[in-house]
């Protein structure tokens, strides 16, 4: 295998498979690549016997869906068109390509010579800008349409820019709303947990929602090179009476991912082709703690100081306790070197961390009714998704106002920069009974919505 460089295999965005060819130039192409590979598989002797007419429908859908998103992904510069894709057969029944189909055609087309192919490689979350420790997916591949694959596509006349045109998005496969397991089941990261698959009127009520959501998303415009789609990810599935109240967060559920793009990329996206601002919750998931316990958090300072400890290490004490349910005993996994090379010093070194624990706790005692499995991270979340969800629903519908999702922020356009935060507080403070801290990264204009 070729020594490709990992960091720009780590810039690959994610294939969807869910294209499916729309316009008559799309069919004859993907006709085309149907002919080549079922002659490629004919002459080497890769199937004993033809597909029964369901597999073959089944085949010629995989191969559209697939050679849709190979070219599509081919203009990434920053992955040098690689795209990624997971193998895992729970993940691909909810594409239009089977487990089956997949790895049939991972080899066709590498040995025809229309697809480069890496080994397996991990790939990593961003939170804020960073990457996180958990990968995402251990095993998934990158794949690269080769100039052959291209030139191909380009006797039918389409390219990689026209994708859109050319194919409709299925919604038919489309995995709105996934629900998953607890054990593998992180704060930032989900992509361990097993997938729990629903069914019933609350799932289908819950598919409902996101669906209309997708549907307000789809009628404005956004310079990125997909249309976006969110799905919702609940989790904890298995515990005792789970009821779709764990979780919840939206993700990205269509090719360009726009959560993924760093906190110095996002402020260039154009949503209906005017500038877009940032706005988040200040301390969303701690805030929320104080409210469901009945209390109120001041919003008069930043909750991260007055400790007498530096702000970075509370924050992450903090955000450590609520991820584990539980106050640490220790110093977080990894922060002794993060707080090395961004800061400068080992906080071991510096502080007691016991004495660290004890400052925090004293300034936030509602940190002691964390409890695992009962009161935690999942919990904080969905109150946190449900009120972005009221928000932007009443952005989209009274309004006419876009946004995007990223966790414990929205996405809007600058002239609707009032509007929107004033929507925000107003969710949180209809279902939790406290307007939040909402702030503009880049701006002075941190206020307590109004």
């Known amino acids: 295998m070729p020594n490709y460089d990992r960091d720009v295999l780590n810039r690959a965005w994610m294939a969807t498979f869910s294209r499916a060819p729309a316009s008559e130039a799309a069919k004859a192409w993907i006709g085309d690549v149907v002919g080549r590979t079922l002659v490629h598989e004919a002459q080497h002797g890769h199937r004993a016997r033809a597909r029964h007419q369901g597999a073959q429908d089944s085949f ?9 998103d190979l070219l599509h992904h081919s203009a990434n510069e920053g992955s040098e068109g690689f795209m990624y894709r997971s193998a895992d057969r729970e993940e691909l029944a909810l594409t239009l390509v089977s487990t089956t189909n997949f790895d049939q055609l991972v080899k066709y087309w590498k040995e025809i010579g229309l697809m480069d192919v890496t080994g397996f490689i991990d790939v990593r979350h961003e939170l804020d800008g960073e990457r996180t420790t958990a990968p995402e997916y251990r095993k998934a591949r990158r794949f690269r349409a080769t100039t052959q694959f291209i030139a191909l596509a380009a006797t039918h006349g389409i390219e990689s820019g ?69 799905r919702r990810v609940f989790n904890c599935g298995d515990r005792e009476g789970f009821d779709f109240d764990l979780g919840g967060r939206f993700y990205c559920a269509s090719d360009h991912n726009w959560m993924e793009m760093s906190k110095t990329d996002r402020p260039y996206i154009q949503i209906d082709g005017e500038e877009t601002v940032e706005i988040d919750v200040r301390a969303s998931h701690l805030s929320i703690l104080y409210a469901l316990c009945g209390e109120v958090l001041s919003s008069n300072r930043d909750p991260y100081t007055g400790s007498g400890y530096p702000r970075e290490i509370v924050k992450k004490i903090i955000v450590t306790a609520i991820g584990s349910g539980k106050m640490p005993q220790r110093w977080p996994k990894g922060f002794k070197k993060e ?14 961390f016991k004495k660290v624990v004890e400052a925090i706790v004293d300034k936030h005692p509602v940190l002691q009714r964390l409890e695992k499995g009962t009161l935690d991270w999942a919990n904080l979340q969905y109150e946190e998704a449900e009120a972005f969800m009221a928000a932007m629903m009443e952005l989209h519908e009274e309004h006419g106002i876009a946004s995007l999702p990223v966790h414990d922020s929205l996405i809007v356009q600058k002239r609707d920069i009032v509007v929107a935060m004033r929507a925000l507080a107003q969710a949180y403070e209809t279902r939790l009974g406290f307007r939040p801290m909402i702030a503009t990264p880049n701006t002075a204009m941190d206020a307590v919505a109004a």
């Open 60 to 68: 010629v859908q995989a191969i559209g869906a697939f050679a849709a």
């Open 162 to 230: 026209t994708i859109t045109e050319h194919f409709e998005t299925s919604h038919r496969h489309a995995s709105v709303v996934q629900v998953r397991g607890t054990k593998g089941s992180e704060q930032f990261s989900n992509s361990k947990a097993k997938l729990i698959r629903q069914k019933g009127p609350r799932y289908i009520a819950e598919c409902d929602r996101v669906r209309r959501l997708n549907v307000l998303m789809a009628e404005h415009r956004y310079s990125l090179s997909d249309t976006p789609m969110v």
């Open 339 to 352: 707080c090395e090379e961004k800061f400068g010093y080992d906080p071991a070194e510096k502080y007691t």
